[in-house]
């Protein structure tokens, strides 16, 4: 079964502007993490942003931002005055205590000037 | 911060050429890292999980024989693509992370481009 689920293959947004990349994940462990990864075409993974199940407050870095619904499963992330540079791959992944991470499919932001 | 070493970033070469590709962590121990494929636009398939000092875990799929993995110290896993075919060119990644620290993210090399002709 699909532990992450990224429904959106490719997102567009204006510069400047807000984006929500979706995310949800399914595990019956209460003690998980969640990871944001940014991958530009060059290949390389960029570790962006890092929500713990236990953590009461959202994540944030800097225009990063984790919208964390346990009850919903979801963990979207929002990157806010979005830049030329942030055009590229995103992955959302889960890594249960003690466990391998999982990756979702990706969704590829392509930020328009 | 951690960071890991992957070497080359490109190899072409020709069918049946073995290729090693090797991952370093470079200011950490990492008596565990993690070998992915990647395919164009597509996310990271697991391949195996090189454990220092003992036979990697391969994911069900993953040819043993073809992929031999060794971690043979506490900074230095290397991939071995055997008599290589086309088939197998693709985008190999190797991570690692800091033990028993689960709130860590994974730390990443920056990726073999591979290509067999």
């Known amino acids: 079964a699909q532990k992450i689920t990224q429904t959106q293959p490719g997102m567009f947004v204006q510069e400047k502007e807000a984006v929500t990349l979706d995310c949800t994940y399914d595990?019956?462990?209460?003690?998980?993490?969640l990871f944001w990864y940014k991958q530009p075409s060059s290949g390389e993974m960029i570790f962006l942003i890092y929500?713990?199940?236990?953590?009461?407050q959202n994540a944030t870095e800097g225009r990063y931002s984790l919208n964390f619904q346990k009850a919903r499963k979801s963990a979207n992330l929002v990157i806010s005055a979005s830049q030329l540079g942030d055009s590229a791959m995103y992955f959302c992944?889960?890594?249960?205590?003690?466990?391998?991470?999982?990756f979702g499919d990706g969704t590829t932001l392509t930020v328009k000037p | 911060g951690a960071v890991v070493s992957q070497h080359p970033s490109w190899v072409i070469c020709k069918s049946g050429t073995s290729v090693k590709i090797e991952c370093r962590s470079l200011?950490?121990?990492?008596?565990?890292m993690f070998w992915y494929r990647q395919f164009p636009k597509q996310s990271l398939m697991l391949m195996a999980t090189?454990?220092?000092?003992?036979?990697?875990?391969?994911e069900q799929g993953v040819e043993k024989d073809k992929f031999l993995i060794n971690h043979a110290s506490l900074t230095l896993s290397t991939l071995t693509v055997t008599s290589a075919h086309p088939e197998d060119s693709s985008f190999y990644i190797c991570?690692?992370?800091?033990?028993?620290?689960?709130?860590?993210?994974?730390?990443f090399g920056d990726g073999t481009r591979l290509s067999i002709l």
């Open positions: 929500q713990g199940s236990y953590d009461q």
């Open positions: 090189s454990n220092e000092g003992s036979k990697a875990t391969y």
């Open positions: 991570s690692a992370i800091l033990e028993g620290r689960d709130n860590q993210p994974q730390h």
């Open positions: 200011d950490f121990q990492a008596t565990t």
């Open positions: 992944a889960m890594r249960e205590e003690g466990s391998k991470s999982t």
């Open positions: 595990t019956s462990d209460p003690s998980y993490g």
